[in-house]
């Protein structure tokens, strides 16, 4: 009998299927928690003759969320955000709409089509995000399946394969085969001796031939799984002549877009809601009782055994608010302009958290000349600067789409993105696309560029901590200070996911139960001046 210790059993398990099949497999071993999630977090209700206040700082959608949890358990809500819109890095534009770039705005020029449309933040929605499918599922945001990854798409690396792209199916095929051809091949030598029986040994060759599509011998020489040559149709499939194994270990693809829908957050099916992401912005709107104040600039944060109040700006004006309770969702990054009276270390804590640089591009194509190549949705990976290409999944056969032209997160291709003007941009990354899809030029009849570190009110995507700051300052802010609450994706494991906002939300929530347990609290209107 095989002797093997369930650590060296997941090893192998995340080996061969990826982080997907081992986060699977340690739940099912009991080894990891399941998500405990069954809903948002219930409030004690607030006493209807004396109403508690919150202040909400940021109305993303942790802002939003906990807003309308607030309100359900009967709380007076104030939500200031500073920009002219609600949601944060949830942005959806269409024609009209404008791109709040610092020095730079741009306002979109799609046509006024329903279906011209691009997620500049949040573009998908994994199937284990329980609580933002919660939101859509009860604030009657419809989705639909996104098509977040296309074996049909391309992968692509100047300097390997005399630059040319090559269609992510045959990559896979490839590679499968010629490791399950050293798989063979470890096992006919009998690598295997001292962990599988002789039985073992040869289930695993026909395991290895099954899998990589090998010969009789274990030999790897092409693969119909690829597609073929020739027209499937009409004759016998003439498989593609392999990539070699060297050619293979050279190129970038299989340490990026290889194992792109192995990533537990991008395994399919995703979804996306109908219409747009900025969907579940306004379903979230339509059902708080309260609106946020716009264009309300936050100056000032004081916190005392009372309650909080804040100074923010409008119409240049300052105006001040005072509140029970406050949870802000405001950049840790812009803490240190604002004043206030936190302690040493909070504020430290606070000043740990640095703004991520990721940057987008979109075109509106006057032809979806993708699916003229067979691809409906999914990615196509390079090495060039834009890093992805994205092919929109609804709408098929429409006569114009909204792709995405470049996904970056490299810092040496945003720090140049982030350096030119609008309309270089555009040109580089069309540039960028012609060595894909050539051609891919005379399609583009207009474009918008997204660089989150130079979006006004925001500044960054996603936070970023070195090992030792997240040690010393992560759990702390976890936690309130006094009664006010940090929340947003920042005060997460997930940064840079609606869930990871949503999450932040549910735990600032939690801990205000305790808060609220532990001691009588007197409620009070808000007061504004």
């Known amino acids: 009998m095989l002797n093997i210790t369930r650590r060296q ?10 982080s997907s099949a081992l986060l699977k497999t340690s739940l099912a ?80 020029q799609f046509d006024k089509q329903d279906n011209l449309f691009f997620n500049c933040g949040p573009a998908r929605i994994p199937g284990h995000h329980r609580r933002i499918l919660h939101y859509c599922k009860a604030l009657n945001v419809p989705l639909q399946v996104k098509a977040n990854s296309s074996k049909l798409a391309y992968f692509h690396d100047e300097k390997s394969l005399g630059g040319k792209p090559k269609r992510i ?29 002789e039985e073992d040994v040869a289930k695993l060759m026909k395991f290895s031939q099954a899998y990589g599509d090998l010969t009789e011998n274990g030999k790897y020489i092409g693969s119909g799984r690829a597609g073929s040559t020739t027209d499937r149709m009409l004759e016998h499939p003439t498989p593609h002549a392999p990539i070699e194994l060297k050619a293979m270990l050279d190129s970038s693809f299989w340490y990026g ?21 900025d969907s579940v912005v306004k379903a979230f709107l339509r059902n708080l009782q309260t609106k946020p104040v716009l264009n309300a600039q936050v100056k000032k944060i004081f916190n005392s055994d009372q309650g909080v109040e804040v100074t923010y700006e409008q119409g240049g004006k300052l105006h001040s608010v005072k509140a029970d309770y406050c949870f802000n969702n405001i950049p840790a990054y812009f803490m240190a302009g604002i004043e206030n009276n936190f302690s040493a270390t909070y504020q430290a804590g606070l000043n740990s958290i640095k703004r991520g640089h990721l940057f987008k591009i979109a075109y509106q194509m006057k032809e979806r000349f993708w699916e003229n190549d067979g691809i409906y949705g999914g990615i196509s990976y390079t090495s060039e600067p834009v890093s992805q290409l994205w092919y929109p999944s609804h709408d098929i056969h429409a006569q114009k789409g909204i792709m995405l032209g470049a996904y970056v997160w490299n810092p040496k291709f945003t720090t140049m993105f982030e ?35 130079r979006m006004n009110h925001q500044m960054g995507c996603g936070m970023r901590m070195s090992a030792e700051d997240f040690e010393t300052y992560y759990h702390m802010l976890q936690k309130p200070e006094g009664r006010h609450f ?44």
């Not at 409030?43 to 969320?65: E, F, S, Y």
């Not at 609600?86 to 709040?100: H, P």
């Not at 994706?489 to 609606?498: A, C, L, N």
């Open 29 to 108: 071993l009991g080894m990891m928690p399941e998500d405990s999630y069954s809903g948002p977090v219930t409030i004690k209700p607030a006493d209807p003759g004396n109403k508690p206040t919150a202040l909400i700082l940021g109305a993303g959608i942790a802002g939003l969320a906990t807003a309308l949890e607030l309100e359900k358990a009967g709380y007076h809500v104030t939500m200031l955000e500073a920009s002219f819109r609600a949601g944060g890095r949830n942005l959806t534009v269409r024609n009209g709409d404008k791109i709040d770039e610092m020095g730079n705005p741009q306002i979109c």
């Open 169 to 197: 199916i045959e990559y896979h095929t490839d590679v499968r085969g010629l490791m399950s051809e050293l798989l063979w091949k470890s096992a006919d030598a009998n690598q295997f001796d001292q962990l599988l029986s």
């Open 486 to 529: 940090m929340i947003g994706d920042q005060i997460s494991h997930h940064s840079g996911w609606q869930e990871g906002a949503l999450a932040s939300s549910e735990q600032a929530l939690e801990q205000l139960n305790k808060l609220l347990g532990a001691k009588i609290i007197q409620g009070g209107a808000a007061h504004v001046s």
């Open 419 to 453: 350096n030119m003007s609008p309309e270089e941009r555009l040109k580089a990354g069309a540039i960028s696309g012609e060595k894909i899809h050539p051609g891919y030029s005379k399609y583009i009849e207009n474009g918008i560029s997204i660089p989150w570190a």
């Open 9 to 18: 059993f997941l090893s192998y398990v995340g080996a061969a299927g990826g």
């Open 257 to 277: 877009g290889l194992l792109g829908a192995e990533v537990y957050d991008w395994c399919e099916p995703l979804m996306e809601p109908i219409g747009g992401m």
